[in-house]
């Protein structure tokens, strides 16, 4: 499946972030979704990532009760809603499918990558 994350940016610390991420030429139904992140000179983490049916979510514990994510299978799109941001949370993320169950939070588990957004949080 092909995967095009949207939504990052520049944005002020405190402030808010919606993430999408589509796949335009596929269905992402029978695939778990997750968000992962890279920042500048550090290994690519996990951030979030949701069951197929959207009943089963995971975060890193960096991003609870701070970052949200959901989906919506009929438009074949996930969400990552950041709240609260923080300079820390400033790196490329990138969602990512896999058909792994349980849930994966090892970022090597995961098969498909779109090409990552750039979020950039100010202090």
């Known amino acids: 499946v092909q995967l095009q994350a949207s939504g990052g940016g520049l944005v002020q610390a405190g402030g808010s972030l919606r993430l999408s991420c589509t796949a335009p030429?596929?269905?992402?139904?029978?695939?778990?979704l997750g968000w992962l992140r890279q920042a500048p000179g550090k290994e690519r983490e996990f951030v979030a990532a949701i069951g197929w049916t959207g009943g089963s979510t995971f975060y890193a514990d960096s991003v609870k009760g701070r970052f949200s994510i959901s989906r919506d299978n009929p438009k074949n799109t996930v969400f990552l809603q950041m709240n609260s941001l923080k300079p820390d949370d400033t790196a490329v993320y990138y969602c990512?499918?896999?058909?792994?169950?349980?849930?994966?939070?090892?970022?090597?588990?995961?098969?498909?990558w779109g090409q990552g957004t750039q979020v950039t949080v100010s202090s």
């Open positions: 990512a499918a896999t058909r792994k169950y349980p849930v994966p939070t090892l970022t090597g588990e995961y098969n498909y």
């Open positions: 030429t596929g269905t992402i139904i029978t695939y778990v």
